[in-house]
């Protein structure tokens, strides 16, 4: 066995990976095994497990612990009378960090390098990832990082002293991102770029270091930086030389941002794109794109900072105004303000941009100059500022620039609001500068009700900084209950600061068409939404609502996502604005009219395509603009309803809170076997009710019956037979009272699982038989297969297997016939089992195994969980113990992993106790 903790928590059983529940039992592990060969003391595993309010039957709470922890790992916990406290019988060796922990101590002499380097082999990232323990993080977390980063500066230091400067300089640049206020490391830093030919950047690099620590702690860099830097500037020319015949150094670039935080890889990204120009000579374009407010001018001046020392001949910025209250800059007010920054006297200033464009390139010739664009429109307006030779030219848009990437070369890299690591560590660093106390929680809400904006954190943030009074409480409370969350978030100004500004500059560069497609998109239930939703929002076809989406894309109003779109939680609410606005309420109203009919309407041919039987109901004809979605095959309806179900459980819910009941019940109706086939039961029983009640408003009959139908299918999966059998029975009056008989037959048929699960199985058989005879008259086989199916399932329950085996034969060969492969895996389960019972073993396995491997091949998950437990006890029963275990173990790791939802006769413990003999 190998227990892995530096990193993703791991144990590992010959190779293979063992599932240990999440919470104490896994950190009892974690406890024991960073003392094995030790034990551990009851009391001290008590403190590290509940803090200071430890249980009161303290050794009662850790024998259960230590019990299911057993039931995982096997015998290697036991209780040692001596110590009072449990040990793991593994060699320490067996544990990463404890071998981790002998290398380091042990590297000296000759070996010393190539033992860091395997110790340093093992890390695999955060240690203790994905465990939750206050004691870990607190303590081993704390010790192990430490050892961590002494270690690689152990190492790094007899890389440099081996010569080995450009191996390690990746490195550092890393972790100095990762580790921003560990001196000892940009000690290494600065000195692997010096020793490179680099002084000018280890000069920026110092001062990046430098301004963190007064920011942060208030501190200056320790004696031997300072000395370090010293030597840095006795080795670089001063920045106010000049290039030989006169033309001006330029240093244009604005201050650096103070709080820069995060955004490691897109660093790295550029630091790469720079690298790669040195090499290969000649201009090298790279593109920042990104919405409004989203922090590209942020990254672009940070890393042109950082990176100065590059570019000995200077660095020019301009803001060419693209996206702004006014029209963007002229290409030749650009022209001249560059030519300017090179020295070029207005009286020498050629008339015409060509010429212009001309003289720039002849100035940059052979020259290494890093040219800042910011704000860019399109690429029209950037490609006649662009050098012809040498340099790297940084361009800031909202715009894509496609084109600039296809025709000049140009490097796009995309900007994505901040993580939540990000985030967090920006407020972090923002509130700590002006002691305004935070904790996780407070910070993480912060940043969800931003959306992960950096613009609008930043607003947030000076919000909650700015007075006493305002503090971040005050500030969360405002942004929870205020109508209004884009005003709250303008700080006042007629600049960029202002939210509400930055995003009117994107929308009013849209033609009629985009506008409107933007308005209506913030009327969608949620905010992430495809092509042919809105088409249905806008009433257009679906490829010109690709275009209009994609024009949206290209200006960062709209956020792609694969084959999707989203609208970012700041533009929804923009968006609802403008709809309310400009729009009339005639127009909003049509547009939700629409999309809840092409929910409905997809959803009714959705669940056709998953149980392959006609619907109880007729949704009628869709709306004017309405292209509802049809489906190929189950496994095409399920992957949209995946992609859809956010979308199709809000459009309900929002559809009833606004009284379009029709939509409301039609769009829960149709949700049905798509919930039932992920096990979602609880959002089932919602939507189920919902449609009942929305139904009822509504005086439609049919609509109220294939509801109440629903509902009573959702009590029924609860166990709930009482009110299961008062809605099947109003389902069944009121398919009576409509002459509607395959509506009566669909409930006849649930009333007989009703009472089969009830433990009723004479009554199943009876209303089995009485659907089967009522569906027979119609053209479906799934449903009469589903019959066929409950019959054999009561028969077996009252003892008559071979009557079960012919019912289970005929359900499989109904559904082999009709295509329903979901439902045919469950058929062969059930003749599998009425099979066993007949005392055909071997037949038994062979279709349980059929059924396992028809489940795989459709990704069901309970159906294979299922399977593998009868599987089990089939083979169980043919004393193949060994084998049957482990069809119990995928079982329970398949549980454990996706946290599926049991039945009473099928769950966690169901397999935890086959596992143990229990059963």
């Known amino acids: 066995m190998e227990i892995r903790l530096l990193g993703p928590f791991e144990v590992r059983r010959d190779g293979a990976l063992v599932v240990v529940p999440t919470g104490r039992v896994r950190t009892l592990l974690v406890i024991l095994a960073l003392a094995a060969p030790d034990a551990v003391s009851a009391d001290a595993i008590g403190r590290r497990l509940w803090g200071e309010e430890p249980p009161e039957n303290l050794r009662a709470s850790l024998q259960t612990l230590a019990a299911r922890l057993r039931r995982v790992i096997g015998p290697l916990v036991t209780f040692e009378p001596a110590a009072d406290g449990y040990q793991l019988a593994i060699d320490p060796d067996r544990v990463d960090a404890t071998r981790f922990l ?17 110790a340093l082999g093992l890390w695999r990232g955060e240690p203790f990832g994905g465990m939750g323990s206050d004691w870990l993080a607190q303590v081993p977390k704390s010790r192990l990082v430490e050892a961590y980063l002494a270690a690689v500066e152990r190492r790094v230091d007899l890389d440099l002293a081996a010569g080995q400067v450009d191996a390690v300089l990746p490195e550092l640049r890393q972790l100095t991102a990762d580790h921003p206020l560990r001196e000892p490391l940009w000690h290494r830093l600065l000195t692997a770029l010096y020793r490179s030919g680099r002084p000018a950047e280890a000069l920026v690099s110092y001062d990046e270091l430098r301004r963190r620590l007064a920011d942060e702690l208030g501190v200056d860099p320790a004696p031997e930086l300072r000395r370090l830097h010293a030597e840095l500037l006795a080795a670089t020319e001063s920045p106010m030389s000049r290039t030989p015949g006169g033309t001006a150094k330029p240093r244009q670039l604005p201050p650096a941002p103070r709080h820069f935080t995060g955004r490691d890889a897109a660093l790295a990204e550029l630091d790469q794109v720079s690298r790669s120009a040195r090499e290969a000579g000649g201009v090298t374009i790279a593109a920042i794109h990104g919405q409004g407010g989203v922090g590209k001018t942020a990254l672009a001046l940070y890393w042109a900072h950082r990176a100065a020392g590059e570019f000995p001949d200077g660095q020019l910025y301009l803001d060419l105004e693209g996206f702004g209250p006014g029209a963007p800059m002229t290409t030749e007010l650009a022209l001249e303000l560059l030519l300017r920054s090179l020295g070029v006297p207005g009286a020498h200033l050629p008339d015409s941009g060509t010429a212009r464009t001309a003289l720039l390139r002849t100035l940059l010739a052979d020259r290494r100059i890093l040219l800042v664009l910011d704000n860019a429109r399109d690429a029209e307006q950037v490609r006649p500022l662009l050098p012809g030779s040498a340099g790297l030219v940084l361009i800031t848009s909202r715009s894509r620039l496609r084109s600039l990437a296809a025709r000049e070369g140009a490097h796009r890299l995309p900007l994505e609001r901040f993580t939540d690591a990000d985030a967090a560590q920006y407020l972090t660093a923002t509130f700590d500068q002006h002691r305004v106390p935070s904790v996780p929680t407070e910070l993480a809400e912060l940043a969800a009700l931003c959306g992960h904006l950096p613009l609008a954190l930043a607003i947030a943030a000076e919000r909650a900084t700015r007075t006493v009074s305002t503090g971040l409480r005050d500030v969360l409370e405002e942004l929870r209950n205020h109508p209004d969350r884009l005003k709250l978030l303008d700080v006042g100004e007629d600049d960029d600061g202002a939210l509400r500004v930055v995003f009117d500059w994107s929308y009013e560069v849209l033609d009629p068409a985009e506008a409107r497609m933007f308005r209506l998109l913030g009327l969608h239930p949620v905010q992430e939404l495809g092509p042919h939703a809105a088409a249905a929002l806008a009433a257009v076809s679906e490829k010109e609502a690709q275009r209009l989406l994609d024009e949206l894309v290209a200006v960062h109003l709209v956020e792609p996502q694969d084959t999707r779109y989203r609208l970012h939680d700041l533009l929804r609410v923009y968006s609802i604005g403008l709809a309310e606005q400009l729009g009339t309420a005639a127009e909003r109203g049509d547009a939700r009219a629409r999309i809840f009919d092409w929910y409905a309407q997809s959803a009714l041919n959705g669940k056709v395509a998953l149980e392959r039987s006609q619907p ?99 009590h029924l999966h609860r166990r709930d037979f009482g009110n299961a059998a008062e809605q099947l029975r109003n389902a069944l009056r009121l398919f009576e009272q409509l002459g509607d008989e395959r509506g009566r037959g669909a409930t006849l048929t649930d009333l007989a699982r009703m009472h089969r699960w009830a433990g009723e199985p004479e009554e199943a058989i009876r209303q089995h038989q009485r659907a089967i005879d009522v569906l027979a008259a119609f053209d479906d086989d799934v449903e009469v297969a589903r019959n066929y199916s409950g019959l054999a399932s009561a028969q077996l329950a009252v003892g008559r297997a071979r009557e079960a085996v012919g019912a289970a034969g005929h359900a499989v060969r109904l559904n082999r016939s009709s295509g329903e492969r979901r439902a045919e895996a469950f058929s062969l389960d059930t003749l599998a089992g009425a099979l066993l019972a007949a005392g055909e073993l071997t037949e038994a396995v062979r279709h349980y195994q059929e059924a396992l491997a028809l489940s795989r091949e459709l990704n069901d998950r309970w159906g294979e969980v299922s399977s593998l437990v009868n599987l089990g006890r089939a083979l169980r029963d043919s004393d193949n113990l060994a084998n049957a275990h482990e069809h119990w173990r995928l079982a329970l790791g398949i549980l454990t992993e996706t946290g599926l939802p049991g039945t009473p006769t099928l769950d966690q413990q169901t397999v935890e106790d086959l596992l143990a003999g229990r059963s």
């Open 616 to 714: 109880l109901i007729d949704f009628g004809e869709p709306l004017p603009g309405v292209r509802p979605l049809t489906f190929d095959d189950a496994a095409d309806a399920a992957a949209w309803f995946t992609a859809e179900r956010r979308g199709l459980v809000a459009a309900a819910y929002e559809a009833a809170r606004l009284g379009d009941d029709r939509a409301a019940y039609r769009i829960a109706i149709a949700l049905w076997p798509y919930l039932i086939y992920i096990r979602a039961l609880d959002e089932l029983f919602d939507l189920q009710a919902l449609a009942v009640e929305a139904a009822g408003r509504t005086g439609d009959l049919a609509g109220q019956a294939v509801a109440a139908n629903g509902l009573g299918g959702a």
């Open 102 to 118: 002998r290398l380091i101590e042990s590297a000296s002499g000759t070996g010393e390098r190539a033992r860091l380097a395997e």
